[in-house]
């Protein structure tokens, strides 16, 4: 399975960014996919999860601001980001499994 992360790019603070995951296979049975992140200088933690049932978990980084969705049609995975920090800036990444996306670059500034 492939991974192909979309969306990132430049944002002013308070600003919103929809990342995109699709996958290069049906998603549909899958129990569960996840958005993770890497800010400069720091380890990858996990942003997000969403599972088979729609159900989602969220680390204290996205809580409010981050909704994350699924559309099996489209084997697609979605992180909405709003209300944008600085700190916020990092490097995005889907997981499916054992599989990563190559990550999409956020980067939020003034």
């Known amino acids: 399975v492939q991974l192909q992360a979309s969306g990132g790019g430049f944002v002013q603070p308070g600003g919103s960014l929809r990342l995109s995951c699709v996958a290069s296979?049906?998603?549909?049975?899958?129990?569960?996919m996840s958005w993770y992140r890497q800010r400069p200088g720091s380890s990858r933690e996990l942003v997000a999860t969403i599972y088979s049932d729609r159900k989602t978990y969220y680390e204290d980084v996205g809580k409010g601001r981050f909704t994350i969705s699924r559309d099996n049609d489209k084997n697609t995975i979605y992180l909405q980001m709003d209300n944008l920090k600085p700190e916020d800036t990092a490097v995005y990444y889907c997981?499916?499994?054992?599989?990563w996306g190559q990550g999409t670059l956020v980067t939020v500034s003034s």
């Open positions: 296979e049906n998603i549909l049975s899958v129990n569960s």
């Open positions: 997981r499916m499994r054992n599989t």
